[in-house]
Protein backbone atom coordinates (compact mmCIF):
# COMPACT_ATOMS: atom_id res chain seq x y z
CA UNK A 1 0.00 0.00 0.00
CA UNK A 2 3.10 2.15 0.45
CA UNK A 3 5.32 1.35 -1.91
CA UNK A 4 5.68 4.87 -3.41
CA UNK A 5 4.61 6.71 -1.13
CA UNK A 6 4.77 7.07 2.67
CA UNK A 7 2.42 9.68 4.56
CA UNK A 8 5.21 11.17 6.19
CA UNK A 9 2.88 14.24 7.21
CA UNK A 10 -0.22 12.08 8.22
CA UNK A 11 1.96 10.20 10.13
CA UNK A 12 3.25 13.12 12.02
CA UNK A 13 0.21 14.62 13.05
CA UNK A 14 -1.45 11.29 14.34
CA UNK A 15 1.41 10.52 16.34
CA UNK A 16 1.73 14.00 17.91
CA UNK A 17 -2.51 13.68 18.43
CA UNK A 18 -1.96 10.55 19.75
CA UNK A 19 0.75 12.06 22.44
CA UNK A 20 -1.31 14.64 23.67
CA UNK A 21 -4.19 12.26 24.78
CA UNK A 22 -2.84 8.96 25.31
CA UNK A 23 -0.35 7.63 28.18
CA UNK A 24 2.02 5.09 27.36
CA UNK A 25 1.19 3.34 29.75
CA UNK A 26 -2.44 2.72 28.25
CA UNK A 27 -2.33 -0.91 26.29
CA UNK A 28 -3.89 0.19 22.42
CA UNK A 29 -5.74 -2.36 20.61
CA UNK A 30 -5.20 -0.95 16.88
CA UNK A 31 -7.85 -2.14 14.19
CA UNK A 32 -6.40 -3.21 11.18
CA UNK A 33 -3.53 -5.39 10.24
CA UNK A 34 0.04 -4.26 11.48
CA UNK A 35 1.51 -1.46 9.21
CA UNK A 36 4.16 1.17 9.30
CA UNK A 37 2.11 3.21 11.62
CA UNK A 38 1.85 0.38 13.98
CA UNK A 39 6.00 0.01 14.20
CA UNK A 40 5.94 4.29 14.59
CA UNK A 41 3.83 3.67 17.78
CA UNK A 42 6.23 0.99 18.90
CA UNK A 43 8.89 2.76 18.08
CA UNK A 44 7.11 6.03 20.56
CA UNK A 45 6.87 3.53 23.82
CA UNK A 46 3.33 2.36 23.11
CA UNK A 47 2.30 -1.60 23.47
CA UNK A 48 0.06 -2.31 20.53
CA UNK A 49 -1.86 -5.26 19.40
CA UNK A 50 -2.91 -5.07 15.90
CA UNK A 51 -6.64 -7.23 14.69
CA UNK A 52 -5.55 -9.69 12.62
CA UNK A 53 -7.29 -8.66 9.06
CA UNK A 54 -10.83 -9.90 9.53
CA UNK A 55 -13.48 -8.43 8.01
CA UNK A 56 -14.68 -6.67 10.86
CA UNK A 57 -18.25 -5.53 9.29
CA UNK A 58 -18.43 -9.40 10.33
CA UNK A 59 -16.75 -10.35 12.71
CA UNK A 60 -16.14 -8.27 16.03
CA UNK A 61 -14.39 -11.15 18.27
CA UNK A 62 -10.52 -9.67 18.56
CA UNK A 63 -12.47 -6.16 18.95
CA UNK A 64 -14.85 -7.91 21.76
CA UNK A 65 -12.15 -9.86 23.83
CA UNK A 66 -9.38 -7.07 24.04
CA UNK A 67 -8.49 -6.22 27.17
CA UNK A 68 -7.19 -2.95 25.50
CA UNK A 69 -7.41 0.55 27.45
CA UNK A 70 -7.84 2.34 24.23
CA UNK A 71 -8.62 1.70 20.50
CA UNK A 72 -7.13 3.00 17.58
CA UNK A 73 -8.64 3.18 14.48
CA UNK A 74 -6.62 5.02 11.68
CA UNK A 75 -8.15 5.26 8.12
CA UNK A 76 -10.18 1.83 9.04
CA UNK A 77 -13.69 3.65 9.34
CA UNK A 78 -14.24 4.44 5.80
CA UNK A 79 -13.53 1.24 4.67
CA UNK A 80 -16.72 -0.52 6.82
CA UNK A 81 -19.80 -0.76 5.46
CA UNK A 82 -21.18 -0.61 9.43
CA UNK A 83 -18.62 1.46 11.46
CA UNK A 84 -21.78 2.01 13.75
CA UNK A 85 -21.41 -1.92 15.17
CA UNK A 86 -18.26 -2.11 15.68
CA UNK A 87 -17.89 1.14 17.54
CA UNK A 88 -20.30 -0.31 19.62
CA UNK A 89 -18.75 -3.41 20.46
CA UNK A 90 -15.49 -1.47 21.60
CA UNK A 91 -14.57 -2.26 25.52
CA UNK A 92 -11.94 0.37 26.05
CA UNK A 93 -13.20 3.67 27.11
CA UNK A 94 -10.94 5.48 24.90
CA UNK A 95 -10.67 5.72 21.14
CA UNK A 96 -8.19 7.85 19.08
CA UNK A 97 -9.09 7.46 15.22
CA UNK A 98 -9.08 9.47 12.06
CA UNK A 99 -10.68 9.39 8.67
CA UNK A 100 -10.51 11.00 5.46
CA UNK A 101 -12.62 13.74 4.76
CA UNK A 102 -14.94 14.00 2.18
CA UNK A 103 -13.67 16.19 -0.78
CA UNK A 104 -16.09 18.18 -2.67
CA UNK A 105 -14.10 18.03 -5.78
CA UNK A 106 -13.34 14.09 -5.76
CA UNK A 107 -15.24 11.34 -5.72
CA UNK A 108 -14.50 8.40 -3.10
CA UNK A 109 -11.49 6.29 -3.39
CA UNK A 110 -11.87 2.83 -5.11
CA UNK A 111 -8.77 0.48 -6.18
CA UNK A 112 -9.30 -1.27 -9.25
CA UNK A 113 -7.12 -4.19 -7.98
CA UNK A 114 -7.91 -4.59 -4.22
CA UNK A 115 -11.69 -5.29 -3.08
CA UNK A 116 -10.02 -4.18 0.00
CA UNK A 117 -8.41 -1.28 -0.60
CA UNK A 118 -11.97 0.50 -1.25
CA UNK A 119 -14.10 3.51 0.52
CA UNK A 120 -17.42 2.64 1.24
CA UNK A 121 -17.88 5.96 3.33
CA UNK A 122 -15.73 8.98 3.16
CA UNK A 123 -17.35 11.14 6.16
CA UNK A 124 -17.95 15.46 6.57
CA UNK A 125 -16.58 15.67 10.46
CA UNK A 126 -20.42 16.45 11.30
CA UNK A 127 -21.13 12.75 9.85
CA UNK A 128 -18.62 11.09 11.95
CA UNK A 129 -19.12 13.15 14.96
CA UNK A 130 -22.51 12.03 14.67
CA UNK A 131 -21.35 8.07 14.41
CA UNK A 132 -19.29 8.54 17.30
CA UNK A 133 -21.71 10.15 19.49
CA UNK A 134 -24.53 8.25 18.38
CA UNK A 135 -22.55 4.82 18.95
CA UNK A 136 -22.29 6.25 22.79
CA UNK A 137 -18.42 8.30 22.55
CA UNK A 138 -18.31 11.44 23.61
CA UNK A 139 -15.45 13.56 21.46
CA UNK A 140 -12.90 15.64 23.82
CA UNK A 141 -10.92 16.55 21.25
CA UNK A 142 -10.31 16.84 17.35
CA UNK A 143 -8.34 17.95 14.66
CA UNK A 144 -7.66 18.48 10.96
CA UNK A 145 -5.42 18.93 8.13
CA UNK A 146 -4.70 19.50 4.92
CA UNK A 147 -2.68 16.54 2.12
CA UNK A 148 -1.04 19.03 -0.71
CA UNK A 149 0.21 17.38 -3.25
CA UNK A 150 3.28 18.75 -5.81
CA UNK A 151 1.02 18.19 -9.15
CA UNK A 152 -0.23 20.99 -10.81
CA UNK A 153 -3.82 21.08 -11.25
CA UNK A 154 -7.18 22.32 -9.73
CA UNK A 155 -7.55 19.29 -7.66
CA UNK A 156 -3.94 19.70 -6.26
CA UNK A 157 -4.27 22.96 -5.39
CA UNK A 158 -7.42 22.79 -3.66
CA UNK A 159 -5.81 20.37 -1.55
CA UNK A 160 -3.13 22.74 -0.27
CA UNK A 161 -6.20 24.36 1.76
CA UNK A 162 -9.46 22.11 2.13
CA UNK A 163 -8.83 19.36 5.06
CA UNK A 164 -8.71 16.02 3.70
CA UNK A 165 -7.78 14.26 8.13
CA UNK A 166 -10.19 14.44 10.97
CA UNK A 167 -8.78 12.61 13.71
CA UNK A 168 -11.12 12.57 17.30
CA UNK A 169 -10.16 11.81 20.86
CA UNK A 170 -13.16 9.85 22.36
CA UNK A 171 -14.41 9.04 25.62
CA UNK A 172 -17.18 6.04 26.05
CA UNK A 173 -19.99 7.79 27.80
Known amino acids: MYEN ?25 DLGVVNPFTEIMQEH ?24 DVVTA ?28 KLWF ?3 YRSKTDMLDRHYHEFEDWQFDWLLEKSGWKIIDSQKWTNPTKKLGIRPLLRWFTPRYYIVYA ?3
Open 5 to 29: TFPNKRFKHTITFLQKHISKSDRIL
Open 45 to 68: GYAVENTKGEDLDLDTSNITSSNA
Open 74 to 101: FEIFEHLLSPFTVLKSIKANKLVASVPL
Open 106 to 108: SSA
Open 171 to 173: EKV
